[in-house]
Structures are given as C-alpha cells and as structure tokens.
Nanobody, 126 residues
Framework: QVQLVESGGGLVQAGGSLRLSCAASGSTFSTYAMGWFRQAPGKEREFVAAISWGGRSTYYADSVKGRFTISRDNAKNTVYLQMNSLKPEDTAVYYC???????????????????WGQGTQVTVSS
C-alpha cells in the first residue's frame, strides 16, 4: 500500500505563488513516475504535470507551462509543484498521484495512476 499526503495549498492573490508538496510512504517511491492533477468545481479532473521516476524528465499541461514546475526528492519520498504567476482559473483541488507501472513513462492520463492523495485546495483570488 502507498499513502500520498499533499500539503501547501491555500488562498493566494492572482500573480502570487504557492508550493505544493506530496509525501509518499513506502520504499519504492523512486521507481515510479509521479503526477499532479487538479479538479475545479463542476469540472473533470485534469492533468497538470508529471515527472519521471528519476526526475530527469517532466511533462506539463499547456495551461501551466512556463508557470508551474514539478520536481522530486527521492531521498525524502516527496514530489513538489511550484506554482508561480497564479491565475483565478488555477483554483481547484490539487491531487498528487503515483504511476501504476514501475519505471514507466510520465503520463497525462489519470488511468495510468493507481494511488491518489486526498487533495489540497488552492484558491486564487482576482
């Protein structure tokens, strides 16, 4: 079993920054790609960013490219999402997720992830 716990959400003004963290349990964290997704009220869950198991490769949704940065520290079993230049449309619950296959490629499909955190709320005011 894997447990993922997100933190770092909150209320911020447009143009501001937040850093989300996702702490994972288990000793195999470093062998799995990790992703961040978000879900706004009344909308489907959407891909935000993903990072390869070794951290050398990243993948972003067009809507966040150039503003968000995903990173990981395998020694701390933690993945991060640095969010800059936040916009009101970034308001959502943000979830981290673990890729299903060990040493798999980072993916934008929720179906490729098997464990999810409980989510952390990010609210951006205009």
């Amino acid at each position: 079993q894997v447990q993922l716990v997100e933190s770092g959400g909150g209320l911020v003004q447009a143009g501001g920054s937040l850093r989300l963290s996702c702490a994972a349990s288990g000793s195999t964290f470093s062998t799995y790609a990790m992703g961040w997704f978000r879900q706004a009220p009344g909308k489907e869950r959407e891909f935000v960013a993903a990072i390869s198991w070794g951290g050398r490769s990243t993948y972003y949704a067009d809507s966040v490219k150039g503003r968000f940065t995903i990173s990981r520290d395998n020694a701390k079993n933690t993945v991060y999402l640095q969010m800059n230049s936040l916009k009101p449309e970034d308001t959502a619950v943000y979830y981290c997720a673990k890729e299903r296959l060990a040493f798999g490629l980072e993916s934008s499909s929720p179906n490729d992830y098997d464990y999810w955190g409980q989510g952390t709320q990010v609210t951006v005011s205009s």
